[in-house]
C-alpha cells in the first residue's frame, strides 16, 4: 500500500497569488501524478510527474501555471500560479505501485481563490 | 483520445434491492479500477481488475470486466444506506515513456434509501 499526505489541506486564497501544494509518500514511487477535481465533477489529470524527468502536462494544462517539482521518489509539489476563481478545486496527488497494480490518492486539498 | 461513459450518472435505490453500474471505456486497456468517494473525502480503492473475466466481490460489491466489449459493471446486492457514495470507475492507459495514466468516469452517485 502507500499512505500519502498533503499541505495544506485547505486554504482560501486572492487572485493572482500563488499556492503550492506538498505530496508526500510514504515509500518510494516512480509514477506520481496530479489531478483536480473541480465541484461536483470527476477528477482530470494534470500532470505526471516521474523522477528523473521532467513532467508531462495533459492538454488545457501549462507548466507555467501549474509548475511541478519532483526531487525525489517520495515527494513532489504543484503550484497554481496566478489564480483566479477558476482554479477553486481539489488538488489530489496519486501514486502507482506497480507491485499491486494499485493506485492511490492522497486526501486532497481543497483551495478557494476568491 | 480514451473515453470513458459511466451509467447512470445519479442512481437512488431502496435498501435491500440490487443494481448494477456500467462502465464502457473506448480504447483497448486490460486495467481497471473502481473507487468510492464520500462527500469531502479523498478516493478509496474499491477494485482492480487486470484481465478479461476478471470478477471481484467484496461485501455487497461485486465488480466484473469483459475487455472485448470494453465493458466494466459494478453490481450491488441489497443496497443498504452506508453505501451511499459516488462511485468512479477509472481506466488505464500506457501514455508513452514508460508511464501510465488514468482517465476517470463522471462517476455514478448513488443514494440508498430507507
Known amino acids: 500500500s502507500a499512505v500519502i499526505s498533503q499541505k495544506p489541506s485547505r486554504d482560501i486564497c486572492q487572485r493572482g497569488t500563488s499556492l503550492t501544494i506538498q505530496c508526500q509518500v510514504d515509500?518510494?514511487?516512480?509514477?506520481m501524478f496530479w489531478y483536480r477535481q473541480q465541484p461536483g465533477q470527476s477528477l482530470t489529470l494534470i500532470a505526471t510527474?516521474?523522477?528523473?524527468?521532467?513532467?508531462?502536462?495533459e492538454s488545457g494544462f501549462v507548466i507555467d501555471k501549474f509548475p511541478i517539482s519532483r526531487p525525489n521518489l517520495t515527494f513532489s509539489t504543484l503550484t497554481v500560479s496566478n489564480m483566479s476563481p477558476e482554479d477553486s478545486s481539489i488538488y489530489l496527488c496519486?501514486?502507482?505501485?506497480?507491485?499491486?497494480?494499485?493506485?492511490?490518492f492522497g486526501p486532497g486539498t481543497r483551495l478557494t481563490v476568491t | 483520445e480514451l473515453k470513458v461513459e459511466q451509467n447512470p450518472l445519479f442512481l437512488s435505490m431502496q435498501e435491500g434491492k440490487n443494481y448494477t453500474i456500467y462502465c464502457n471505456y473506448s480504447?483497448?486497456?486490460?486495467?481497471l479500477y473502481w473507487y468510492r468517494q464520500d462527500p469531502g473525502k479523498s478516493l478509496e480503492s474499491l477494485f482492480v481488475?487486470?484481465?478479461?473475466?476478471a470478477v471481484k466481490q467484496e461485501g455487497r460489491l461485486m465488480a466484473s470486466l469483459d475487455t472485448k466489449a470494453r465493458l466494466s459493471t459494478l453490481h450491488i446486492t441489497a443496497a443498504v444506506h452506508d453505501l451511499s457514495a459516488t462511485y468512479f470507475c477509472?481506466?488505464?492507459?500506457?501514455?508513452?515513456?514508460?508511464?501510465?495514466?488514468?482517465?476517470f468516469g463522471k462517476g455514478t452517485k448513488l443514494s440508498v434509501i430507507p
Open positions: 496519486s501514486v502507482f505501485k506497480g507491485a499491486s497494480d494499485e493506485q492511490y
Open positions: 515509500s518510494q514511487v516512480t509514477m
Open positions: 510527474a516521474n523522477q528523473g524527468s521532467e513532467a508531462t502536462y
Open positions: 480504447t483497448t486497456s486490460d486495467r
Open positions: 481488475l487486470l484481465s478479461n473475466g
Open positions: 477509472a481506466v488505464q492507459a500506457y501514455s508513452g515513456a514508460g508511464s501510465y495514466q488514468l482517465t
